[in-house]
């Protein structure tokens, strides 16, 4: 019953774990769904992840609004989902590309010396730019400043390429109980 109710609250499917000796115990369990579709990382491979995701506690307050990616001047950035290229600029004092997802989902990447441009369509994995030096964001290093907003509010990059839902262990035997 409790891997049911599981199952519904993370959308996902119930299925029948096996016992160790191969046969089903027909206690349903929870299978984790995977992050959503045709999303991937802007810098391949999959880059070490420099600096996290810190949600501000309110709209103006100090936080990180995205992820660092760890990368060298140079390195190609990709469009990490289809979409429409909305800005092509320089912000303060660092060159930034947007694309509008058109599910209410905008990615920000900086510093980037974009090869597209404004209203240019892009599919995911398409090369969007190179990744510039200089002395920004990860100052003395380099990295890919990767933010995404779901209208205003900023959200974790990281939740649309990964699967960050805990794992939930249930026992295989009905009768099974902790120590």
């Known amino acids: 019953m409790v891997a049911l109710v599981l199952a519904a609250l993370l959308g996902a499917s119930p299925t029948v774990a096996p016992a160790a000796d191969g046969r089903t115990t027909g206690m349903p369990v929870a299978v984790p769904t995977p992050a959503p579709r045709g999303w991937q990382w802007p ?40 979409g429409t290229v909305v800005f092509v600029g320089v912000v303060v004092d660092r060159p930034v590309l947007t694309i509008a997802h058109g599910d209410g989902l905008r990615t920000s990447v900086e510093p980037v010396t974009a090869t597209v441009r404004r209203g240019d369509r892009v599919s995911a994995g398409q090369v969007v730019g190179r990744l510039t030096g200089g002395r920004w964001h990860c100052a003395p290093g380099s990295c890919l400043h990767w933010g995404v907003r ?15 839902r805990p794992s939930v262990l249930l026992p295989l035997s009905p009768t099974a109980r902790p120590p």
């Open 43 to 82: 810098l391949q491979p999959r880059p070490p992840v420099v600096r996290p995701f810190d949600a501000p506690e309110q709209r103006w307050s100090a936080g990180h609004r995205g992820v660092d990616l760890a990368g060298a001047p140079g390195t190609a950035v990709r469009a990490p989902a289809a």
């Open 150 to 164: 779901l209208g205003q509010d900023y959200v974790d990059p990281l939740g649309l390429i990964l699967d960050r």
